[in-house]
């Protein structure tokens, strides 16, 4: 087993694949991904543009800057030191086996060594093949862990290093998700590349763009709004188009 391609496993070795998507269906869904995945673009590259010019005055007196700075530590590790495989294969096996329970599926016999790994599920759904390349399981532990610490005490003393902590954990998925997407995936190959990509892409442009809101003036729900905008008016170009 290649040590870049951890892999889910179906529940009974041997039986035929079950994909979400297929054929003309996987086209279909793709396709109609596709605007949307560049109206986000657009809206958030507009969003930016507009928050710079009060960008310098606001990061003089924010704490948010440690999200930056987390996310800048860990691109330098990643860089320079021996990348952590193991440490990425838990969190992709786990996170198959978290989405495959949350949709109602058994999970066992899950298998995590540098070379690879891999989860036995009862059936493998579209969300549990992506859920390692969209959802960021450690950065969702440091904020459980935030979450327990407000229980317990008070840490807004040191929330520079909570949010270094986020920081750190995004660039982690990030980084790995697409060094992993770039070595080929049997995950995508069943879920049907097209819809499969789009789908990261869209979530994962999702969650930057609600990180970059917290780490500047921009705002996550004028991105949305630009985004619908955008799409309102690639729409109305296309009914213009038609009649």
């Not at 543009?49 to 960008?55: G, K, L, N, Q, T």
């Not at 705002?219 to 109305?236: E, K």
Request: proline fraction near 6%; glycine fraction near 8%.
């Amino acid at each position: 087993m290649s040590p870049t391609r951890p892999r889910v496993k179906s529940a009974a070795p041997g039986t035929s694949r079950t994909s979400f998507f297929s054929g003309a269906t996987a086209m279909m869904a793709g396709v109609a991904l596709l605007p949307v995945c560049a109206a986000l673009t657009f809206a958030t590259i507009e969003e930016l543009r507009s928050a710079v010019p009060a960008a310098s005055e606001w990061a003089h007196s924010s704490p948010q800057w440690g999200l930056a700075i987390g996310f800048l530590l860990w691109l330098s590790l990643y860089a320079t030191t021996p990348r952590p495989i193991r440490a990425y294969v838990l969190a992709h096996e786990l996170t198959h086996a978290f989405w495959a329970l949350l949709l109602g599926e058994r999970v066992s016999d899950l298998r995590v060594t540098r070379r690879g790994g891999s989860v036995r599920i009862g059936r493998r759904r579209f969300l549990v093949l992506l859920a390692p390349y969209f959802f960021p399981l450690y950065t969702l532990l440091v904020l459980g862990a935030y979450g327990v610490a407000t229980m317990i005490g008070d840490p807004t003393p040191w929330t520079v290093w909570w949010l270094a902590g986020i920081g750190f954990s995004w660039g982690f998925h990030l980084t790995f998700t697409i060094s992993m997407l770039a070595a080929g995936q049997n995950d995508i190959r069943e879920a049907g590349p097209l819809p499969a990509y789009a789908t990261i892409y869209l979530v994962n442009l999702t969650g930057l763009a609600l990180w970059i809101s917290a780490i500047s003036p921009a705002h996550f729900f004028n991105i949305i709004g630009r985004t619908i905008d955008y799409l309102r008016a690639w729409g109305g170009a296309v009914c213009r188009l038609l009649t």
